[in-house]
T-cell receptor
């Protein structure tokens, strides 16, 4: 079945540092890939997405590129801010079979950014 | 206007009780979902409805029963609550049941004592 693996956290960075959160996936079909962010005490918000190979999703300075050859969708940001502190989830949605568009999530990576 | 709303936001109850969580979306979407987030933040699909029809029913105890009275609402009823049901329950919706973006509600934090 489908699965998503994220790098282990938590990740602690200083403000303005470079961020990478690794994400790899296994899917039977041609999935869409997503990064969601969860701020403390809140629900999940879509951060960015990519729907086919070599697509790059970007938002708020975050980027991720859909790499079919390495089955990866790593999240990057060049300069993090304290306000980026949150839990980040990589997810895939596979319309094939009986998936019906459900999201399969990675385990989440807690990011803390210090001033 | 809140796109996906859930009530209640917090729910504290005793073991053995029955409780319901309600979800409403005003996005005009056809598909709605329930996800469970455990204490380690792991998220897993429970149910999905498309146009009021159940299309996903993961291996969830039959004490959990979803109901969709119309496309804009998806409720979750839980019978005989157990300690292990303590979690955050998220409702989400998407335009259809393909691979579109899902929009999440704020979550319902359930604590079973």
């Amino acid at each position: 079945g489908d699965s998503v693996t994220q790098m282990e956290g938590p990740v602690t960075l200083s403000e303005e540092a470079f961020l990478t959160i690794n994400c790899t996936y296994t899917a039977t079909g041609y999935p869409s890939l997503f990064w969601y962010v969860q701020y403390p005490g809140e629900g999940l918000q879509l951060l960015l997405k990519a729907t086919k190979a070599d697509d790059k999703g970007s938002n708020k300075g975050f980027e991720a590129t859909y790499r079919k050859e390495t089955t990866s969708f790593h999240l990057e940001k060049g300069s993090v801010q304290v306000s980026d502190s949150a839990v980040y989830f990589c997810a895939l949605s596979d319309a094939g079979g009986t998936s019906y568009g459900k999201l399969t999530f990675g385990q989440g990576t807690i990011l803390t950014v210090h001033p | 206007d809140t796109a996906v709303s859930q009530t209640p936001k917090y729910l504290v109850t005793q073991m053995g009780n029955d409780k319901s969580i309600k979800c409403e979306q005003n996005l005009g979407h056809d598909t709605m979902y329930w996800y469970k987030q455990d204490s380690k933040k792991f998220l897993k699909i429970m149910f999905s409805y498309n146009n009021k029809e159940l299309i996903i029913n993961e291996t969830v105890p039959n004490r959990f029963s979803p109901k969709s009275p119309d496309k804009a609402h998806l409720n979750l009823h839980i019978n005989s609550l157990e300690l292990g049901d303590s979690a955050v329950y998220f409702c989400a919706s998407s335009q259809d049941n393909r691979q579109g973006t899902q929009y999440f509600g704020p979550g319902t934090r359930l604590l079973v004592l």
